[in-house]
């Protein structure tokens, strides 16, 4: 008779073991996606009535931006102003000036067209709205169905009457005014 360890059964079953351990210490079939970089995360509730206060939180802080942009136009603060800008703005902007440095087109209320015409602009009246009197968040009553967590919307009603939309969007850990066009 053999001695039980000398077959060749057990040795089987612990090689097998040894490999599964082995095999499930390594990569998986799935890698995990990388996680969105920490200023993009949106906190998230599972209280509805917590998200309903984090949105009012975001919508009000929105607000507050254009009003800071608002104020630092009609104070000729253009440092101020710029930074309220989102970077693709200030891309725009900065495209646009002839020196190259979108402040100076601020300053000087001129952008120059890819054709080379100069375009006179008033930097209050482009990014809001001239002698602003109200500030909405819906038009007639009606919610914008584009506004997500990171961009919201907002209507601009100056003492002529006129409307401006303002789109502002949650970039580099702040509320940016968003606009790439010298006219609607």
Known sequence: MSHPLASPRPLTAALALTLALVAGCGPGL???????????WVAVSL??????????Q?????????????????EEDWGQAWDRLST?????????????????ALAQGRLIAPDGVAVEIDPVDLFVVRDMTR?????NGTPDATETA????????????QI?????????????????????
């Not at 209280?47 to 009012?56: I, K, V, W």
């Not at 693709?88 to 100076?104: H, I, P, V, W, Y």
């Not at 990171?150 to 009457?161: L, M, P, V, Y």
């Open 47 to 56: 209280d509805p009535a917590q998200e309903d206060r984090n949105d009012e």
């Open 30 to 40: 799935y890698d995990l996606p990388v996680p969105p970089p920490p200023h993009s």
């Open 88 to 104: 693709e703005t200030q891309n725009f902007l900065a495209f646009g000036s002839a020196t190259k440095d979108g402040r100076d």
């Open 135 to 139: 500030l909405d968040d819906d038009l």
């Open 150 to 161: 990171n961009r919201k919307e907002f209507h601009a009603t100056g003492e002529d009457g």
């Open 164 to 184: 401006h939309k303002i789109v502002v969007i949650y970039e580099i850990g702040q509320w940016r005014i968003h606009r790439t066009r010298a006219t609607d």
């Open 58 to 74: 975001r919508t009000l802080d929105a607000r507050g931006a254009v009003l800071e942009l608002y104020q630092a136009l009609n």
